[in-house]
Every structure is written in C-alpha cells, then in structure tokens.
C-alpha cells in the first residue's frame, strides 16, 4: 500500500475503509497518494463483497488538503503544474464515478485538496467543529472545471463562488447548512455507523443503479437512454426486486445478498 494512505477490505457488513494516513502533516494527500488513489477505486470497483466505501483520516483530520511542500519541485512549471493536476483529477474523477456508495467522515481540517475529495463521494457527514473550506485562492490556483462543476451542482453558484474566491474555512455546522455536508453530527462515528448499516442492508441493484443514473445526470444528460433504461429492467429482473416485493407482501424485512 501507498505510504499516507491505509485501505482495508470489505469487514462482514460489506463497508470497505479508506483512511488518509500521515496525522503528522494533517494528512495532507501526497502526489504519490493522488497517484494510488485511481488504482485503489479501480480494485474496490471490481470487489464483490464491497457495499460501500468509508473514506477518512487517521487522528483528528480529514485531510489538511494536497502536499504544498512538494508543489517547488513537482508543481514547478506549467509541464509539472499540468501533470500533477492530471493526477489529482484522475484521484477525483475516479472516486466520483464509483458506483458503490462513498461516505466522507470528516473531522478536523477538510481543507483543500482534502475537501476536493470529500466532494467526490456520495455523502458526507461532519463534526460541527470540523473546518471545511477550498483554498486555491490562497495559492494563486485556478481550481479545475470538473470539480468546480462538482462544487457548483452541490452548492449552487452563490455558495460556490463564497467559497473558492475567499479561501475562507466554514465550520461542520455551516458547511451542512449550505449543503456542503450532508449533516453535522456531535457523534459521528455513531451516525456515520448508522448510515452505512442502512446502505448495506438496501438492494445493491438499486443502490448502485440509481448512483450510476445520479452521476448521468451530473454529467449533463437530460433524458433517459439505452442504458438507462437497461439499468432499470435489469433491476426488474433482478433477483432483489423479487425479494423487495416479497418481503413486502410477506409484511418482513427484505434479505437482500
């Protein structure tokens, strides 16, 4: 495994952990981490036991953001500058498109490069006092299209612009008040806990056909298309549907594999 990053399989309920793992700079994320992060996803993708994925830091951060010490030597030139920023869209984009759920829990600084990432999972969850915030203003970085886009379809234009042109840090409380954050929790590995019991319990077909149909739609496409509509009679004819409908009839939970 990549030093700075901790990554263990699915556990019996099916939730694969992904930790930021140096506490010791806040977990700032390496470019050797971005560079790890696609082939991860890619392995986590193809697991059959995976339900869902649980990104989050080691200690008492989410992750300070990318590694500034390392931007004189490899972010130097627009060459350098270009390559590192493939890498870092490759980490987003990657974590974007799983299409197994992806729950961000996020204490301590969410700064950065690190917010960047907890954008590119599904849901997010954050203590109150946890500081959330995107600082390429700070840098003198014009922050890439595909999470600016990301950033603009969670938060609405308004939000997004205060957000990237300060620089300024939010706490957990006001990033779920803009919707930054899906909530602000005071125990948040109990409802983190919660949350992931309840998506590993759910239908998979379902669950993971809606999160592809979601991220259609975040794309751009405006109407339903073959694979939409494959998506959803393969649903159908799932052997989840039969034992939805079952369990509802049969006035029982639903055992879903």
């Known amino acids: 495994m990549t030093d700075g990053l901790e990554f263990d399989r699915a556990d019996h309920a099916g939730v694969a952990r992904l930790r930021f793992a140096r506490p010791t700079k806040r977990n700032a994320i390496s470019y050797e981490m971005w560079s790890a992060l696609p082939g991860i996803l890619a392995e986590l993708e193809g697991d059959v036991a995976t339900k869902a994925l649980l990104v989050s ?8 953001g990318a590694d ?10 627009t060459s350098s500058a270009a390559d590192y920023d493939a890498a870092v869209e490759s980490a987003v984009r990657a974590l974007g498109a799983l299409t197994k759920p992806s729950v961000a829990a996020i204490s301590g600084n969410c700064i950065g490069g690190g917010c960047q990432l907890a954008v590119a999972c599904d849901v997010r969850f954050a ?4 500081r959330l915030g995107i600082t390429p203003a700070k840098l003198g970085i014009v922050y890439d299209f595909r999470s600016t886009r990301m950033l603009v379809d969670l938060l609405g234009p308004a939000h997004a612009r205060q957000l990237l042109l300060s620089g300024e840090l939010i706490s957990g ?44 739609v975040l794309d751009g496409q405006v109407e339903p298309d073959a694979e939409v509509e494959r ?20 006035r029982r939970a639903p055992e879903f594999d």
């Open 57 to 64: 830091g080691v200690g008492s951060d989410f992750s300070a």
């Open 231 to 250: 998506i959803r009679s393969a649903a159908v004819d799932s052997a989840d549907y039969a034992e939805g409908v079952a369990a509802f009839l049969q």
């Open 68 to 77: 500034i010490s390392e931007f004189g030597e490899l972010r130097a030139t």
């Open 173 to 216: 409380t006001r990033a779920a008040e803009i919707g930054l954050v899906n909530e602000a929790a005071a125990d948040l590995d109990r409802r983190v806990t919660e949350f992931l019991a309840a998506l590993c319990v759910r239908s998979q077909t379902a669950v993971r056909g809606m999160n592809d149909i979601i991220a259609r």
């Open 127 to 130: 203590t109150p006092d946890a």
